[in-house]
């Protein structure tokens, strides 16, 4: 997978962030991971071999992609709450890890109270558990199944999977983006 978004970094300066996700053992690196870029992405189509072109290695972060596949049993222990990756970490393929955190801290404050920054007062760690634990596992599992379709390397499978990609498009427009109603229509508890 390879993705292109433009950075407002003010009028016609025409910087982008690219990133891209491929198959790879874990903790494998190379010399020039530029070079590497291109070697796997270099013959798609446009504009990504000329994007390529112009990093240089020294611009290219390189990080294996980790989650949690078994979810944790809770997001709490006594009163220490986790949040975030280090309650379920997730692929990034939906764009979701840092929008989850978010989602956590909001929860967690609302159960938290105003007064929970007092020692005295103990937040309701279960109910934040029992707030989060559905949602997050559901989000890390769309990431995760969004992760294993654009990480296909079968030609056949790759040839099935873009074919239906189309024929939904065409089909049934606007179904990629109603996919993605259970996420985008979370509402936050009140305060």
């Not at 049993?73 to 280090?86: F, I, N, Q, T």
């Not at 239906?164 to 983006?177: C, D, H």
């Amino acid at each position: 997978m390879f993705g292109v978004l433009p950075l407002a970094d003010g009028p016609g300066h025409g910087s982008v962030y690219c990133y891209a996700s491929a198959p790879a053992p874990p903790g494998v690196r190379h010399d020039d991971e530029a070079a590497e870029l291109k070697r796997r992405f270099g013959r798609w189509h446009d504009p990504i071999p000329g994007l390529i072109g112009t990093i240089s290695p020294d611009q290219v972060l390189h990080d294996d992609v980790y989650w949690i596949a078994d979810p944790l049993p809770a997001s709490h222990r006594g009163r220490v709450a986790l949040l975030g990756d280090a309650a379920h970490a997730m692929t990034p393929h939906l764009g979701q890890g840092a929008c989850q955190a978010i989602e956590d801290a909001v929860v967690l404050a609302s159960v938290a109270g105003p007064g929970a920054a007092d020692d005295r007062i103990a937040p309701d760690l279960a109910a934040y558990t029992s707030a989060r634990m559905r949602r997050t596992r559901m989000v890390a599992d769309g990431s995760h199944r969004a992760t294993r379709l654009s990480g296909m390397t079968s030609r056949p499978a790759i040839a099935l999977r873009n074919t239906g990609i189309r024929l939904a498009g065409r089909l049934a427009p606007g179904l990629m983006i109603r996919q993605m109603d259970p996420i985008a229509s979370w509402t936050p508890p009140r305060l």
